[in-house]
């Protein structure tokens, strides 16, 4: 089935790293734009960071602009969140999702995935 | 960045009540709104996309309307599993904003 699955978070320190990475499972993800988008604890949907289908657009929040880094590997149907600089507030669920346009060129995030975890502490 | 706020932030309605909530961007995004439903412990769900079409498999008592700045989700008659947080999300231009969410909860 269609489908997108996070993996990667867990416990690390500020000042360390960590690469998320978000598998596409029943459809080719060569197609689609794809977004990590994050949850801190209690609070609402903050979007973090997009690529475009084929790579050649990024794009960031302010907030982790030269720290996190989203990436692609078509070949794999793999995207990636590489999580730099980690600072106490990036403690959140990150989810990845698909960027899907449907009728008269509007796009919306279609598929979700379940969200990994990360806490810097 | 655009700015999108919903109101109200909380409400408490119940099953059968009609439920409107509003979403309002700080600059006009055409027709480029989403709609979510997001419950505890789960992914958001997309409902809406293109500020009033519905997407597949969504029920038709949700409906959204509006274009530019000025937005609202409807649910016509609200059902137990409705019971979540609904978030509005920009896609008219990058950062991709959301709104800050709208729980509704059973009076």
């Known amino acids: 089935q269609v489908q997108l699955v996070e993996s990667g978070g867990g416990v690390v320190q500020p000042g360390r790293s960590l690469r998320l990475s978000c598998a596409a499972s029943?459809?080719?993800?060569?197609?689609?734009?794809i977004h990590w988008v994050r949850q801190s604890p209690g609070k609402g949907l903050e979007w973090v960071a997009g690529?475009?289908?084929?790579?050649?657009?990024?794009d960031y929040t302010d907030s982790v602009k030269g720290r996190f880094s989203i990436s692609r590997d078509n070949s794999k149907n793999m995207v990636y969140l590489q999580l730099n600089s980690l600072k106490d507030d990036d403690t959140a669920v990150f989810y990845c999702?698909?960027?899907?346009?449907?009728?008269?060129?509007?796009?919306?995030?279609?598929?979700w995935g379940q969200g990994t975890m990360v806490t810097v502490s | 960045d655009i700015q999108l706020t919903q109101s109200p932030s909380f409400l408490s309605a119940s099953v059968g009540d009609r439920v409107t909530i509003t979403c309002r961007a700080s600059?006009?995004?055409?027709?480029?709104l989403a709609w979510y439903q997001q419950k505890p412990g789960k992914a958001p769900k997309l409902l809406i996309y293109?500020?009033?079409t519905l997407q597949d498999g969504v029920p038709s008592r949700f409906s959204g309307s509006g274009s530019g700045t000025a937005f609202t989700l409807t649910i016509s008659s609200l059902q137990p599993g409705d019971f979540a947080t609904y978030y509005c999300?920009?896609?008219?231009?990058?950062?991709?904003?959301f709104g800050p969410g709208t729980k509704v909860d059973i009076k």
């Open positions: 029943g459809f080719t993800i060569s197609d689609f734009g």
């Open positions: 999300q920009q896609l008219d231009t990058y950062p991709y904003t």
């Open positions: 690529i475009s289908s084929d790579g050649g657009i990024k």
């Open positions: 600059q006009d995004i055409s027709r480029y």
């Open positions: 999702a698909r960027d899907w346009f449907g009728s008269e060129n509007f796009d919306a995030f279609d598929i």
């Open positions: 293109a500020a009033s």
